[in-house]
């Protein structure tokens, strides 16, 4: 088999499995709908925890087992794949960038958004009815919001999908692992977000070779955004305003340096990775997967149909 044909291959393994991904959410529903049978015979569950927290927990699980168990079936080794080490000098200045660009693409989807708001277009929050409010919820947010996603996320995009690919053509890796990524978000306000942070993800994972930094650097900023959640229910608008715009500058400033300590170490080019493909045997080989296009179809389709489902439901309350 010639490189190219194995390439073909593991982009439609790995497009397979993330299609799959779609059956493991209506999978986890299931226990949903029988806590909604439990509440006819007088079992009352709040819907905070069976409509939210019940399906952020076994949806990230349920993604990571795929991945693990696809390894098993193509016969890779897991270590192969999802390497663990410990951390090194160079996961500070890599923090730093990341966290740099994470308040870059804060400002720029938020700005689009308000773009898109004054031409009439209102793209509402998937998450605004999940906000916590008292302690066990907040408790509840912070382990399927800002502890399983950064591990079972990596996993599956970091470790499978990138794994599969960074051997043929690194940079193909990054950029397919990202979309991957991106699009499994299936929100509009996430999915531009979740691609550009993939892309520095994916980059350290190839430049490192180690999943526990992008899975380090994924909390980080999941658990930063559960801090400026709190806040915003149990602060005043002041101190979020203080917090927020305090924490941006820091975060841009570190990231500033940090870039110009990398670029000073040689440290922001995956040309030293070894890889036997071209760019251009990479875009053909996601280009013609079949599964790579169900995949973006049906994620497109559910995100926007999603979207649409919400801006209808908010206008019915407007109306009102």
């Known amino acids: 088999m010639t490189p190219q044909t194995l390439m073909k291959s593991r982009v439609n393994t790995a497009f397979l499995v993330m299609v799959l991904t779609l059956g493991v959410q209506s999978v ?20 905070y925890y069976t409509d939210f927290v019940l399906l952020q927990l076994l949806y990230p699980i349920g993604t990571c087992l795929l991945a693990l168990i696809a390894l098993r079936i193509i016969k890779m080794p897991t270590r192969s794949l999802v390497t663990v080490r410990p ?19 804060n400002y720029t989807v938020n700005f689009l958004l308000e773009l898109l708001e004054r031409m009439g277009i209102q793209i509402p929050d998937v998450f605004d009815s999940y906000t916590p409010r008292d302690l066990p919820q907040a408790i509840c947010y912070f382990i399927v919001l800002a502890i399983l996603p950064p591990i079972c996320e990596e996993i599956l995009c970091r470790g499978f999908v990138c794994g599969l690919l960074k051997h043929f053509h690194p940079w193909t890796a990054v950029f397919v692992s990202s979309f991957a990524f991106a699009m499994m978000h299936a929100t509009v306000q996430q999915i531009p977000f979740a691609f550009v942070l993939g892309v520095v993800l994916g980059f350290i994972y190839v430049k490192t070779g180690n999943l526990l930094y992008p899975i380090l650097l994924h909390f980080v900023n999941n658990a930063y955004a559960c801090l400026m959640t709190y806040l915003s229910v149990w602060a005043s608008d002041a101190v979020v305003s203080a917090v927020g715009y305090g924490a941006d500058l820091l975060f841009v400033l570190f990231g500033v340096v940090s870039l110009l300590w990398l670029i000073r170490k040689k440290q922001i080019t995956l040309k030293e990775i070894p890889h036997s493909l071209t760019s251009s045997d990479g875009k053909h080989a996601v280009g013609t997967s079949p599964w790579f296009w169900v995949f973006t179809g049906l994620y497109a389709g559910m995100t926007l149909l999603t979207e649409v489902l919400l801006m209808l439901e908010e206008s019915q309350i407007t109306s009102l």
């Open 87 to 105: 951390i090194r000098g160079d996961f500070i200045p890599y923090l730093g960038v990341f966290l740099g660009v994470t308040v870059v693409m």
């Open 28 to 47: 986890v529903s299931i226990p949903s709908s029988m806590f909604v049978i439990l509440s006819e015979f007088g079992v009352e569950i709040p819907s």
